[in-house]
């Protein structure tokens, strides 16, 4: 009864910017870690950023510098800021969040359906 669902893909030329939201929601006692994922046709699903309860972030080497990922808990939402866009960019991107139901629950991980980010001229 627990749902992930992104928002905010589309298609951007280089160089542009898009934000991606990620929100959580149903059943849910705390969230722990939350993070953001991105997989192109033909490859595997790679790591994209990484984020704590805390606000410690972890980040792709390939996207340190230009991706930004940030949490609001109140609304159990996760985001993803996305400057500088290169055409190797483009991917489905998919959100994973941590996620207990209650108190007696194992810790599971929810996947988003996706969202399609284009980086086109």
């Known amino acids: 009864q627990v749902q992930v669902v992104e928002s905010g893909g589309g298609l951007v030329q280089p160089g542009g910017s898009l934000r991606l939201s990620c929100a959580a929601s149903g059943s849910i006692f705390s969230i722990w870690s939350m993070a953001w994922y991105r997989q192109a046709p033909g490859n595997q699903r790679k790591l994209v950023a990484t984020i704590t309860r805390q606000n410690n972030t972890n980040y792709a080497d390939s996207m340190k510098g230009r991706f930004t990922i940030s949490r609001d808990n109140v609304k159990n939402t996760v985001y993803l800021q996305m400057n500088s866009l290169k055409p190797e960019d483009t991917a489905v991107y998919y959100c994973?969040?941590?996620?207990?139901?209650?108190?007696?629950?194992?810790?599971?991980?929810?996947w988003g359906q996706g969202t399609q980010v284009t980086v086109s001229s």
């Open positions: 994973n969040a941590e996620i207990r139901s209650s108190p007696s629950d194992t810790l599971r991980h929810y």
